[in-house]
């Protein structure tokens, strides 16, 4: 369950961080896998379900593709890395 970031889109804008409702997202900083791009926390992704329509955080994010289902989720159409806005 959840979103990741692409890190080789990913342009450290800012833009998701604020957006997200559990606090989910940590900026390049604290990234603890690379410090070229933001990151989810799959643990902590709730999928803005009930909260957003949609993830917040990919509809704030201007870098086209960089925001995907982080795996093949419960809906059946759902394919991993599949970009969230499209
Ligand atoms: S999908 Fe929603 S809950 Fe998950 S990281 Fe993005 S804004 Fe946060
Ligand atoms: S909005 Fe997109 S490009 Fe900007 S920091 Fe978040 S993931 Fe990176």
Redo the contacts with the bound molecule.
């Keep these: 369950m959840?979103?990741k970031i692409l890190n080789n889109l990913c342009i450290c804008c800012s833009n998701?961080i604020d957006?997200?409702?559990?606090?989910?997202?940590v900026d390049d900083m604290d990234n603890p896998v690379s410090n070229e791009a933001y990151y989810?926390y799959e643990d902590?992704?709730?999928?803005?379900v009930g909260?957003?329509s949609k993830?917040?955080?990919?509809m704030a994010c201007p870098s086209n593709g960089c925001?995907v289902w982080n795996e093949e989720g419960v809906h059946p159409k759902r394919k991993k890395n599949e970009q969230?806005i499209g």
């Excluded at 957006?19 to 997202?25: F, K, L, Q, S, Y």
């Design positions: 959840g979103v998701c957006e997200c409702p559990v606090e989910a997202i989810v902590k992704c709730v999928e803005c909260y957003n993830p917040a955080c990919a925001i969230v």
